[in-house]
């Protein structure tokens, strides 16, 4: 019988017989590396001129993880809804690091023109083919009810 080369004889049985107290762990110092904003091309915003970071970090500090957790343990973790910039604060952002009006508007329309592309390039793809499986049609121009939508029976051949 051939042996594995991902196990080596006798490894797997001395790992289950070391003491968990002679495993440890040990942290080193963080190092923090600041980025700054910049007008950026993801057309992912859903409107307005998008912003990203540079490639060249501008300042970097390395202080000890435990000095570090010290002075987060005030400060919670922001969630995901606070990160979000509405594009009017994106502009005036954007404006105050020094760019013309006419280069946010200049962006804001590069991305909604990648946008309405991918938009395009979806159609008739898997997305569409999920959106016909309910028939919209009885329920009018009132707003639609879950409840109301009519699933359609979708039959497939078996092989």
């Known amino acids: 019988m ?7 004889e006798g490894e797997v049985e001395h790992a289950r017989n070391v ?19 910049m007008l950026g091309d993801n057309p992912g915003v859903s409107e ?24 987060r343990q005030n400060r919670p973790r922001r969630r ?12 005036t952002y954007l ?7 006419d280069e946010l ?6 991305t909604k023109k990648i ?9 008739g793809k898997l997305v569409d083919k999920f959106r016909g499986l309910f028939d919209f049609s009885s329920v009018g121009n009132s707003k639609v009810k879950k409840s109301d939508a009519q699933p359609k029976i979708v039959a497939g051949k078996s092989a």
Request: contains cysteine.
């Open 2 to 8: 051939a042996k594995s080369i991902l196990k080596i």
């Open 95 to 101: 404006l105050g690091l020094g760019y013309r009006l």
């Open 80 to 91: 995901r809804k606070d990160l979000v910039m509405n594009s009017a604060s994106r502009d």
């Open 105 to 110: 508007i200049k962006a804001a329309e590069e």
């Open 115 to 123: 946008r309405k592309s991918r938009q395009a390039n979806m159609k």
């Open 48 to 71: 307005g001129a998008p912003l990203t970071i540079n490639w060249q970090h501008e300042s970097r500090e390395v202080v000890a993880i435990e000095y570090y957790e010290y002075l």
């Open 19 to 37: 003491s968990p107290l002679l495993k440890r762990v040990c942290w080193g110092d963080l190092e923090i590396l600041e980025f700054p904003n």
